[in-house]
């Protein structure tokens, strides 16, 4: 019972409740009072909300339970682009080069991210300058729930990961306030994607890497040898997605770069490239919709040989186009 009256009175996800084991006292404390009214109502959802969140904890605990189970998380979309909610397992087939597999996992509820938030703070964006203030990230951050963590990062002169994974607005406020600044110097884009993705290894989760940058790489620091085959790589064997948000400071500027878009595309991210007068809130916002609205696959790889694997994710109806990470690194488990 207590596990539906928490559903029906802090209306959070389950995926959320899963993880915040306390909430149910809390919700208790501050609605007592309504006991007797929502009763009836707990006893309708109690089965089905039981039921759910059984399959939400059973999708987030096989990839922490040592099998060795591929996580897919897809995006779809219909023919007028915007996200098909509530489709059921029979919609999907992954194919693990070019052959089908069994989904050993499948569910459609929201699963706890872990994100690694980076701001590019070279001359290249030029943000404060422009008006293109990187505090528009904030609106992403409010979309937190209380399973989910961030941590905020800048790169430019320097590469500076987020040390702290929290999802307590304030302290994304004080980042910003206290640690951010522009400075004129070049983009190591690709040695600030790798050193986020290896931040969030150790993290359970939906593990996502969100840049605010041009997409444009000038060259990394000292003492890094690599490029954006070594963090695709890298994203494909951590289960990264890779995620850009692109300010575009003035009509002639080129599209966002098709190694950043290829580097997205292929680790089942995202790019959203607003324009010079464009609403950057929105941006983050529509990053954090689409994460909402993502789907749950996974299966077991029939050959652990070592090598990069081909994924390709197809739809039973053509009007659906889903959108999911393109590869894995089919390593045995040590």
Same mark, same amino acid.
């Given at each position: ?7 029906v009175a802090s209306r959070w996800s389950l995926a959320n409740l899963a993880q ?20 009836p109502i707990v006893a309708v959802v109690c089965s089905s909300a039981a039921g ?174 690599? +490029?954006? *085959? ?7 064997? /951590?289960?990264?997605? =890779?995620?850009?948000? %692109? #300010?575009?400071? !003035? ?46 696959? +996974?299966? *077991? ?7 990069? /694997?081909?994924?390709? =994710?197809?739809?039973? %109806? #053509?009007?659906? !186009? ?13």
């Open positions: 019972m207590s596990v539906c009256w928490a559903l915040r084991r306390t909430a149910t006292s809390a919700v208790h404390k501050r609605g007592g009072r309504r006991h007797a009214r929502l009763l759910l969140l059984s399959h939400a904890l059973h999708a987030q605990q096989v990839f922490r339970s040592g099998v060795h189970t591929i996580p897919v998380y897809a995006t779809v979309r219909g023919s007028d682009g915007r996200l098909v909610p509530n489709l059921t397992k029979e919609a999907f087939t992954i194919l693990d080069n070019g052959k089908p597999v069994d989904l050993a996992v499948f569910s459609n509820v929201p699963q706890p991210l872990r994100v690694a938030v980076m701001l590019d703070t070279s001359e290249s964006v030029n943000a404060v300058g422009k008006g293109r203030r990187p505090d528009t990230v904030l609106a992403f951050m409010r979309t937190l729930g209380p399973a989910d963590r961030a941590s905020l990062g800048t790169f430019g002169a320097e590469i500076a990961v987020g040390a702290n994974m929290t999802n307590e607005l304030a302290e994304f406020e004080r980042v910003l306030r206290e640690e951010v600044w522009i400075r004129w110097q070049g983009t190591p884009l690709w040695q600030a994607i790798s050193e986020a993705v290896a931040s969030l290894s150790d993290e359970n989760g939906r593990r996502v890497v969100l840049l605010y940058s041009d997409g444009i790489d000038t060259g990394s620091l000292p003492n890094w040898r690599g +490029g954006r *085959s070594t963090v695709e790589r890298q994203a494909s064997e /951590h289960d990264c997605m =890779v995620y850009f948000v %692109r #300010p575009v400071l !003035k009509p002639s500027q080129p599209a966002l770069t098709d190694e950043a878009r290829e580097l997205a595309d292929a680790t089942g991210g995202g790019y959203f490239q607003v324009p010079e007068h464009g609403d950057l809130e929105a941006a983050f916002a529509g990053v954090a919709e689409e994460l909402r609205h993502q789907y749950l696959l +996974g299966f *077991s790889p029939t050959r652990l040989d070592g090598k990069m /694997h081909r994924i390709d =994710v197809r739809m039973t %109806r #053509p009007e659906w !186009k889903a959108r999911a990470r393109t590869t894995y690194l089919a390593v045995p488990q040590k």
